[in-house]
């Protein structure tokens, strides 16, 4: 029987349901990054210095002793290149004319992205690059992450060994490592890793402040989630870094690093070659970490898996 009524199945001209919503999904938060405090350089290649004091000592000196002098600790000199990075993008005049559901500039909304993109490589950068380097004309130079700078305070796993197989990251290594930095003068105050080893360190670690379990039975809410650490030497905020190696923790004396700022985070317009709005976002940027024993390092984790 054919309908007589008027419904949307049969009716012309009906509009689009498209909302102005736009479902950003963003993983843009760089812990590492913001903690960094900036200074502005005037040199691809800052550097800095760092001392440190002589060892305690007890030797009893005679009375009226003839004084011998010796030569006194000297400072050491660091440095790290500066790392280009930029993102670029083009526009069509067409697509900034058109009215999009959401978005009122899609310039702009361009420039956003690319700016957060840098923020997300540059906590990848400071994280985890390798060695230093130069540079050429035919190759880039390269920032020194905290992960290389680190060499003298680390620990490999509950294996104890830079050569055994990965293993779960245990209370007493991270401990380890927390003794190391405080017994060469350092103030760990935090401990990036990825994911995974969150989850370790909230389900596993027994020293846990502001920990709770079953909250409120009533609701029936319940909270395994460590953010800080309370151990023998001192409080340490435990910060996920999604762009962290997943295999290894970095425990780090804030007030020691420094993002060196040669050319900070900007937006260019590009010449105009067509029909077209291009431009791009750059900086040029490099890690400072002061005195490396201030930090250390855990690596030979597991960075998936049950955890046992």
Known sequence: ???????????????????????????????????????????????????????????AIVEGAAISYAQPGMRTRHANYTH????????????????????????????????????TDYDKIFLNTGNTGAGATA??????????????????????SSAAA?????????????????????????????????????????????FSWNVNASARVAIANVNKYEGSFGTVDIIPDR?????RCTIVTPEQLKCYVLRDMASYKGAATASSEKGWCEAELSLGWGNQRAHGKIDKLSSSGAIA
């Open 243 to 247: 762009q962290h190696m997943v295999g």
């Open 139 to 160: 190759s880039g130079r390269r920032c020194k992450g905290i992960q290389k700078a680190i060499v003298t305070n680390t620990a490999h796993g509950s294996n104890g």
């Open 84 to 119: 280009i990075r930029l993102r670029n993008f083009d526009v069509s005049y067409t697509q900034m004319a058109v009215d999009v559901a959401g978005i009122k500039d899609s310039y702009a909304r361009e420039v956003m992205k690319a700016m957060k993109a840098l923020a």
């Open 166 to 210: 990965t293993s779960q990251l245990t209370e007493d290594s991270v401990n380890a490592v927390l003794q190391k930095i405080w017994t060469a003068g350092g103030n760990p105050r935090a401990l990036f890793c990825g994911g995974h080893n969150k989850q370790v360190i909230s389900k596993k670690f027994t020293a846990k402040t502001g």
């Open 1 to 59: 029987m054919v309908s007589t009524i008027v419904n949307t199945y049969q009716q012309k001209g009906i509009r689009e349901g498209l909302t102005a919503q736009v479902a950003d999904l963003f993983a843009d938060e760089v812990p590492f990054f913001a903690m960094c405090e900036k200074v502005k350089v005037g040199s691809t290649k800052p550097e800095w210095q760092s001392d440190a004091l002589a060892s305690a000592s007890t030797t």
